[in-house]
């Protein structure tokens, strides 16, 4: 009797210090991130030993973001802040300064490329392993190992998405663009024409000449940003005849399109059926 109840003693402690060992709200690593991009990296990546906020949101161009007093509050209890380094995040240094937060470590993922194409996508995994690994040594091996196997699921993704695309003969389609969606666009093998910055920088001039380019390239196709302005290039598309479409940059930019496969399989879907 004695025995059965010193085994089932032990069993005890095991299960309260397994229960103690386990990662709590207190353990975990608070990020603030600076777009939807960067906190769905820092999700796959951090696991349960981080918490991800983001700032400006997927429908929001970040060099239009406005500080509210929430997002210093965010600031004010961080370990990390994690920027993509764009010239557009103006906003960073006077909400940094506003959260008066020494133990702040702030670090820019800088990789070029629109971080939608796979292979940039997964450059950009390996920043954020080296920020998190960084605050948290402890789990680097951990954000190491779950790093790894999110870039698998990015290489089986494009592949996927690949061979879609080369069902669609897209690399027949001419297109002007967002130029900020020029670089996916001619990753996805899409033939640019031209491109185009913002609507407010569209004057009838710049129009005619994008409208000209268009005739003489043979467009049948233009893409807006939609965090730069929904149908932007919606004028272009009309004088040519074209199609109009609108993509996103960010997961969460269209419903249902939290996470980056979604997001990336969204446009393509999108891009597939305009060039149908």
Not at 61 to 65: A, D, E, M, R
Not at 252 to 256: A, E, L, Q, R
């Given at each position: 009797?004695k025995?059965?109840l010193f085994?089932?003693?032990?069993l005890l402690?095991?299960?309260?210090?397994f229960?103690?060992?386990?990662?709590t709200?207190k353990d975990?690593?608070?990020?603030?991130t600076?777009?939807?991009?960067?906190?769905?990296?820092?999700k796959q990546?951090?696991?349960?030993?981080?918490?991800?906020?983001?700032?400006?949101?997927?429908?929001q161009?970040?060099?239009?973001?406005d500080?509210k007093p929430?997002d210093?509050e965010k600031?004010?209890?961080?370990?990390l802040?994690l920027?993509?380094g764009?010239?557009g995040?103006?906003y960073?240094d006077?909400?940094?300064?506003?959260?008066n937060?020494p133990?702040?470590l702030?670090?820019?993922?800088t990789?070029?490329g629109n971080w939608m194409?796979?292979s940039?996508q997964s450059?950009?995994v390996?920043?954020?392993?080296?920020?998190?690994s960084e605050?948290?040594p402890?789990n680097?091996?951990?954000?190491?190992?779950?790093?790894?196997r999110?870039?698998?699921?990015i290489q089986?993704?494009?592949a996927?998405?690949?061979k879609?695309?080369?069902?669609?003969?897209?690399?027949?389609?001419?297109v002007?663009a967002?130029?900020?969606?020029?670089d996916f666009?001619t990753w996805?093998g899409f033939h640019?024409v031209a491109?185009?910055?913002?609507a407010q920088?569209?004057t009838?001039?710049?129009?005619k000449?994008l409208?000209?380019k268009?005739?003489a390239?043979g467009?049948?196709l233009?893409?807006?940003?939609i965090q730069?302005g929904q149908?932007?290039?919606k004028?272009?598309?009309e004088?040519?005849?074209?199609k109009n479409?609108n993509?996103?940059?960010?997961p969460?930019?269209?419903?249902?399109t939290?996470s980056w496969?979604?997001?990336?399989?969204?446009n393509?879907?999108?891009l597939?059926?305009?060039v149908?």
């Open positions: 009797m025995k059965i085994t089932l003693l032990a402690l095991a299960a309260s210090c229960a103690g060992c386990t990662t709200d975990m690593i608070r990020v603030v600076s777009t939807s991009l960067m906190e769905y990296i820092v990546v951090g696991g349960g030993y981080v918490e991800a906020i983001n700032l400006v949101p997927p429908n161009h970040p060099g239009n973001f500080v929430a210093i600031l004010s209890t961080a370990t802040f920027l993509h764009w010239p995040e103006t960073v006077k909400l940094v300064s506003s959260a937060n133990g702040l702030v670090i820019k993922a990789t070029d194409i796979p940039v450059a950009a390996d920043k954020v392993v080296s920020a998190l605050v948290d402890g680097a091996t951990a954000y190491q190992k779950a790093a790894e999110y870039k698998l699921r089986t993704k494009e996927e998405i690949k879609r695309l080369e069902s669609g003969n897209v690399s027949k389609i001419n002007i967002s130029f900020r969606q020029a666009l996805a640019m491109t185009f910055t913002t920088s569209l009838p001039q710049v129009v000449d409208v000209d268009g005739k390239g467009v049948t233009v893409v807006n940003n730069d149908d932007a290039g004028g272009i598309a004088e040519l005849g074209a479409l993509l996103s940059n960010f969460g930019g269209f419903s249902n939290e496969e979604k997001a990336i399989d969204y393509v879907t999108l597939l059926n305009a149908k």
